[in-house]
């Protein structure tokens, strides 16, 4: 339902080089924006033996402290000879426990997804939806972090390319580990399982099912201007019901502060 939610970094020690936090590229990391630090963000994923990719744009904001942070994504999709923007997320996100600097951090999101998509031409699902998620971060040592969610989406009112309508919903559960070797590089794994629906006629729907095991790298260029720019890309493989399936994923973001700290 929405392109995969691309995240924000933040400095894990000011009187250090900043480390790479909250960059995962399937699995949501429980740290918000810090004050007066935005950051922006662009994914592409690709499929093994097809053009089709997928797109996405994010830029992320904390409003007035650490403690709320509001974001929006804008995915980007070719189908087949058809490339076109997809429906847009609009999210909010609340440190509810910890930070960048705790052992444990819970920040769960609520999104509106808004129905910008050409559903005709596959690009959107033709209705207005909600999705939920509850990240949870936990610090296990100094040298590996694992990140859980747990979350579902739901449109009441989706389309498909030939204008059928049903109610449409799914869930999802997702794992990662990431191993920090250096402040600038860390090898990772994300595990993200999702069960859902599609719209098959009017008011008729068929269950979708996706698992995916995705091993990855990410590194940090810190610059003295305070921007960081964090590059990364992993490998989705398909298992179970995806069998088969192969893909890279790549990433990429820019954080930097947009007014002065005091």
């Not at 705790?102 to 959107?124: C, E, M, N, V, Y």
């Not at 990410?218 to 964090?230: D, E, P, T, Y």
């Not at 990364?232 to 820019?254: A, D, K, M, N, Q």
């Amino acid at each position: 339902m929405l392109a995969a939610s691309a995240l924000d970094a933040q400095e894990a020690d000011s009187t250090a080089a900043p480390g790479i936090q909250d960059n995962s590229f399937l699995v949501e990391e429980a740290y918000n924006q810090e004050a007066g630090v935005v950051q922006h963000i662009s994914t592409f994923q690709g499929r093994r033996g097809s053009s089709d990719f997928d797109f996405a744009f994010t830029q992320e904001w904390p409003i007035g402290t650490i403690r709320h942070q509001l974001s929006y994504d804008i995915p980007l999709a070719r189908i087949g000879s058809r490339t076109g923007i997809g429906d847009v997320g609009i999210n909010y996100r609340y440190q509810l426990v910890g930070d960048g600097g705790t052992q444990l951090a819970i920040a769960p999101r609520f999104s509106l997804l808004l129905p910008t998509g050409d559903w005709k031409r596959g690009h959107g699902n033709g209705g207005a939806g909600a999705e939920v998620n509850l990240p949870v971060s936990f610090v296990l040592s100094p040298a590996l972090v694992t990140h859980l969610n747990l979350g579902g989406a739901g449109i009441p009112s989706a389309r498909n390319t030939t204008g059928d309508r049903a109610g449409i919903f799914e869930w999802f559960a997702s794992q990662s580990a990431i191993v920090t070797v250096s402040s600038m590089i860390q090898p990772m794994i994300e595990v993200v399982y999702t069960r859902g629906s599609e719209v098959t006629g009017d008011d008729r729907t068929a269950k979708t099912e996706s698992f995916v095991i995705a091993p990855g790298l990410r590194s940090a260029i810190n610059l003295k201007s305070g921007l960081q720019i964090v590059p990364g890309f992993s490998v989705p493989l398909g298992v179970g019901p995806s069998s088969g399936e192969r893909g890279f994923f790549l990433y990429l973001s820019f954080e930097h502060p947009f007014k002065q700290q005091r």
